[in-house]
């Protein structure tokens, strides 16, 4: 009976999902990936590529993130949907992670942020600060610092008590890029040791 009443629910589930999204433990979105082709087919007028500069682009660094995260978080046997900036499903999941690196004009007047609805906790926004903080030797410039960061259209793409967005320092400062350039891997780990200590 038990069996047969965990077999209902999970088609209950199945019937309520629409085609294609995914029920996870975790969704690890890298900002800007797939664009610019992937706006038009999913009617995205702001097409935001991401900001660049001579150290790299940020639409090139945020998929090698998301890609280590990824990996980490499914050899602790955690189910992810890993997606792209544009993309039709609509997911359930525990945890969301938008990842992105800033850009400023003046150069260096950014840093790290975070940005996340007014439906995540505040305790694991402060929580990932704090892990951060401890490892980034720039500056954290504040929390949903801008109307992108706040509004952000990722958070309305997945069902997750918890959703943050990342930035991870700013790609236009020359000081800041160069020391996360050869590190995205180890943003992504870091980052997936963060969940996996938030899940349990
Ligand atoms: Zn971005």
Request: proline fraction near 6%.
């Given at each position: 009976?038990k069996?047969f009443?965990?077999?209902?629910?999970?088609?209950?589930l199945a019937?309520?999902?629409p085609a294609?999204?995914?029920?996870?433990d975790?969704v690890?979105?890298?900002?800007h990936e797939?664009?610019p082709a992937?706006c038009?087919?999913?009617?995205?007028?702001?097409?935001n590529?991401?900001?660049?500069?001579?150290?790299?682009?940020e639409?090139?660094w945020?998929?090698?993130?998301a890609?280590?995260?990824?990996a980490r978080?499914?050899a602790a046997?955690l189910r992810v949907?890993?997606?792209p900036a544009?993309?039709?499903?609509?997911?359930?999941?525990?945890?969301?992670?938008?990842?992105?690196?800033?850009?400023?004009?003046?150069?260096?007047?950014?840093?790290s942020?975070?940005?996340f609805?007014?439906?995540?906790?505040h305790?694991f926004?402060?929580a990932w600060?704090r892990?951060?903080?401890?490892r980034?030797?720039?500056?954290?410039?504040?929390?949903?610092?801008?109307?992108?960061e706040?509004?952000?259209?990722g958070?309305?793409?997945?069902d997750?008590?918890?959703?943050?967005l990342i930035e991870?320092?700013?790609?236009t400062?020359p000081a800041?890029a160069?020391w996360?350039a050869?590190?995205l891997r180890?943003?992504?780990n870091?980052t997936?040791?963060?969940?996996?200590?938030?899940l349990?």
């Open positions: 009976m069996r009443l965990a077999a209902v629910a999970a088609a209950l019937a309520a999902t294609g999204a995914e029920v996870v975790v690890v979105q890298a900002g797939g664009r992937s038009a087919p999913n009617h995205v007028r702001a097409c590529i991401g900001a660049s500069s001579a150290a790299g682009r639409i090139l945020t998929p090698i993130v890609d280590a995260m990824t978080l499914r046997g949907a890993r997606r544009d993309y039709p499903e609509h997911d359930t999941a525990r945890i969301a992670i938008f990842i992105h690196f800033d850009g400023s004009e003046p150069a260096c007047a950014s840093g942020s975070a940005g609805p007014p439906s995540t906790s305790a926004v402060a600060e892990a951060y903080r401890a980034f030797p720039y500056r954290f410039v504040g929390e949903n610092i801008s109307s992108n706040e509004h952000y259209y958070f309305h793409k997945v997750a008590p918890q959703k943050m991870y320092g700013e790609i400062c800041q160069a996360l050869p590190r180890e943003l992504g870091l997936a040791q963060f969940v996996i200590g938030q349990h």
